[in-house]
């Protein structure tokens, strides 16, 4: 399982740090995506990061790249979304994702954030 | 960038076969994968690696492929099919959803 948490209202040009916990898969052999939704929009692809085999190799789509970052703590089998320099275009649900195998897909419900002045 | 393209929508009466098309010159070389959407919820994967069925799913989604555009097959669609249905590939480091194709059943 996968729980995001962390969304909130944040205003332009602020920051924010969303969570995402894992639970019963081996997070630390496991690639995490951040995809986002905006209300009544399609899915977008936010960024990944990798595992450390992987050297923890991060990669972000260009419509948030430079201001958003990735990162996790194996430890706590928590990954993290660092959110900078929000714009209200990155209003939406965002969740983590992962697929440890093939065949294998993994989503949390999501966590909101709205940018709002 | 790449992007994959998909019809915004497909509607068909129930019993009938459903065809969800994506295209993408990426899709030469990348395998696919297809989530269904239904409002407020999470997606879920129906196809992985462009023709390949997690357990659980039914046997009446199915994924193909010719070229660059990958089909999702819905035979016999049922009312509770009606959904948003999105592709999904990787390039290079990236990776993109198609911009999704709402199923109407009725």
């Known amino acids: 399982q996968l729980a995001e948490s962390g969304g909130a209202l944040v205003q332009p040009g602020g920051s924010l740090e969303l969570s995402c916990a894992a639970s019963g898969f081996s997070f630390i052999e496991s690639d995490i995506h951040w995809v986002r939704q905006a209300s009544g929009k399609g899915l977008e692809w936010v960024g990944r990061i990798r595992t450390r085999a992987k050297g923890y190799a991060t990669a972000s789509a260009e419509s948030v790249r430079g201001r958003f970052m990735i990162s996790r703590d194996d430890s706590k089998n928590t990954a993290f979304l660092i959110m900078n320099s929000v714009k209200m275009d990155d209003t939406a649900l965002y969740y983590c994702?992962?697929?440890?195998?093939?065949?294998?897909?993994?989503w949390g419900q999501g966590t909101l954030v709205t940018v709002s002045s | 960038s790449f992007e994959l393209s998909q019809p915004s929508s497909v509607s068909v009466s129930p019993g009938q076969t459903a065809k969800i098309t994506c295209s993408g010159d990426?899709?030469?070389?990348?395998?696919v994968r297809w989530f269904q959407q239904k409002p407020g919820q999470a997606p879920i994967l129906l196809i992985y690696k462009d023709t390949e069925r997690p357990s659980g799913i039914p046997d009446r989604f199915s994924g193909s492929t010719s070229g660059t555009t990958v089909t999702l097959t819905i035979s016999g669609a049922q009312v509770d099919d009606e959904a948003d249905y999105y592709c999904y590939s990787a390039f290079d480091t990236y990776r993109v959803f198609g911009g999704g194709t709402k199923l109407t059943v009725l």
């Open positions: 990426v899709l030469a070389q990348k395998y």
């Open positions: 994702h992962s697929a440890p195998d093939d065949g294998v897909d993994i």
